[in-house]
């Protein structure tokens, strides 16, 4: 099981002050050295953390795989077939949400999607889907030509009860083996922390976990390298 660490909100804290600090940058090499498989960052339109000078000082730094989290738009495209990382996440973006509220829905934005796709992938960038776990919405975004879905833990990690955490890590087990079957690789993320991931690394047919909020909060007490090197043992003892 492979992390993948989001340093967003290490940006987030830089920007309550317009400071030059923290910088997610040193945040970055710190969780990568720690043994991090990659960084995520994501490029809001009202760029709230992530600026796009990060985005291109990331690209030069990143060690391992870069993946940039996106809403599909003229604008965001423009910006990553220009950067380059090594997988683009479209994801949903809507006006004053405090985070994603779900997944993207593959089908209601099909137009869209399909034209962010060939545009990424002319560039030889790896395309990755957020969606719910869903097995349509895996279907669909096979259909679009993606090579990876990230599915969405956020409704299993604010389930409340056994039964209704069953009932969700269910589902993303499904999509997760839906994937596989379909030749996608599933990956995992939005609202892990380091209390509910082990039931989702113990899917084996999820490859990668993308974390930030969960991490950088540890952080802030111990340190980004404890923080990371935490968070792997309990994959690796999950998987």
Not at 11 to 31: G, H, L, N, V
Not at 84 to 93: I, K
Not at 105 to 121: C, F, N, S, W
């Amino acid at each position: 099981m492979r992390l993948s660490v989001n340093v967003d909100h290490v940006a987030t804290i830089r920007q309550a002050r317009m400071a030059d600090e923290p910088d997610p940058i040193w945040a970055a090499a710190q969780a990568e050295l720690a043994g991090a498989c990659g960084i995520t960052i994501h490029l809001r339109g009202d760029r709230r953390h992530i600026q796009d000078r990060d985005v291109r000082v990331l690209r030069e730094t990143v060690a391992g795989a870069f993946n940039l989290e996106m809403k599909a738009s003229d604008e965001m495209v423009g910006i990553a077939t220009s950067v380059v990382p090594d997988m683009c996440t479209l994801v949903p973006e809507g006006a004053g949400e405090l985070t994603t509220q779900g997944g993207l829905d593959v089908m209601g934005e099909e137009q869209e999607v399909r034209k962010a796709i060939a545009a990424l992938k002319a560039k030889g960038i790896a395309v990755s889907m957020f969606i719910d776990p869903d097995v349509v919405q895996v279907e669909r975004s096979k259909a679009v030509g993606a090579d990876i879905v990230e599915l969405h833990t956020g409704i299993y990690a604010e389930a409340g009860g056994k039964d209704e955490v069953a009932r969700e890590l269910e589902k993303i087990r499904v999509a997760a083996i839906a994937a596989g079957e379909m030749g996608l690789e599933a990956h995992g993320g939005h609202g892990l922390t380091y209390r509910n991931v082990q039931p989702i690394a113990a899917i084996q047919e999820i490859h990668e976990v993308s974390i930030g909020h969960s991490i950088v909060a540890r952080a802030v007490v111990v340190g980004m390298d404890i923080a990371v090197r935490e968070m792997i043992a309990l994959l690796d003892v999950a998987g």
